[in-house]
């Protein structure tokens, strides 16, 4: 019980320790008179989902790293190991899910909305 709650808070602390990083670098990036950058619904839809998958990615490399930890310190238990890796397949294929998903709503933005594909 005691290791599942150790684990938990140290799992929130990485969370948290990374949103709070990238606080800075978001602010930085914001235009202060026009925070949407653009006033086509198009462009901030687009950039809202990069957003989403971005954060998404970031999460499952997360997941993939708090895997690879949790495998070094499982002294051998192979129950512990097994658990690393089956959370570390599932955090590839976050990965993957993530990066093709950002790649077809590229090309579906592309040629849908902005018809790059009649040019």
């Given at each position: ?8 808070s ?21 235009d ?20 989403v ?39 590839v ?10 790649a ?15 040019k």
């Open positions: 019980m005691r290791n599942s709650t150790i684990r938990r140290s799992l929130y602390t990485v969370i948290s320790s990374t949103a709070i990083l990238a606080v800075p670098f978001v602010a930085l990036a914001v202060p008179l026009h925070p949407l950058g653009s006033t086509t619904i198009e462009t901030v839809i687009g950039r809202l989902i990069g957003a998958i971005s954060l998404l990615g970031v999460l499952a490399l997360v997941v993939f790293i708090w895997s690879g930890f949790s495998w070094m310190i499982s002294a051998g238990s192979a129950d512990k190991i097994k658990v690393a890796k089956k959370n570390m397949v599932y955090a294929t976050g990965l993957i899910v993530c990066f093709s998903s950002y077809i709503l590229k090309f579906v933005l592309n040629v849908a909305i902005f018809g790059a594909a009649s």
